[in-house]
């Protein structure tokens, strides 16, 4: 506020103002008290040493590593010009070739792609478990009038009667 407008005041909104600031300036005053404790503790706290692996519980990976020199970074050892051979006679063939350049859409054609990077996208075909359906045949013999059926010679071991008949040695000679 300048004084012009303080000249203009009357008397009571004068003494509310400084009520006003009185009030303002004790708010403030706490305000500094608080702030002054904390910037104490702070510089205590600044003080005591910080926690390492040798003087606290903290495990060794939250230590602080030694300065090391950096060392320059060795280049890869790759295998140039070491490739998978290319079939000699391929299932399919894909000629990739660009309409127009993805950079500008200019149109482009055979003449202005003539360089070919070459590779084989091998695939192997999924697998299908094969079914063998056995059908196996029983009737009535004629002559004695008991069940019989065919061998289960082709069966595999795993699906040929159960356990007990085998222990007991009934069942499959094989």
Do not use: F, W
Not at 53 to 80: I, L, M, V, Y
């Amino acid at each position: 506020m300048n004084s012009e407008v303080l000249k203009a005041l009357s008397k009571d909104d004068l003494v509310a103002l400084i009520l006003a600031q009185q009030v303002q300036i004790e708010a403030q005053a706490v305000q500094i008290g608080a702030l002054t404790a904390r910037i104490a503790e702070l510089e205590t706290r600044l003080d005591t040493p910080r926690k390492t692996p040798d003087n606290s519980s903290t495990p060794p990976s939250k230590g602080q590593k030694p300065n090391r020199p950096e060392r320059p970074k060795k280049p890869r050892r790759g295998r140039p010009g070491v490739t998978r051979a290319l079939a000699v006679h391929p299932d399919r063939v894909i000629e990739a070739m660009l309409d127009a350049c993805p950079h500008c859409e200019h149109a482009l054609g055979p003449a202005d792609q003539p360089d070919i990077h070459a590779y084989d996208h091998i695939d192997l075909p999924p697998i299908s478990p094969v079914v063998t359906r056995i059908n196996r045949h029983r009737g009535v013999c004629p002559c004695c009038r008991k069940r019989v059926s065919a061998a289960s010679a082709c069966l595999p071991r795993r699906q040929r009667g159960s356990s007990l008949a085998r222990r007991s040695g009934q069942g499959c000679a094989r």
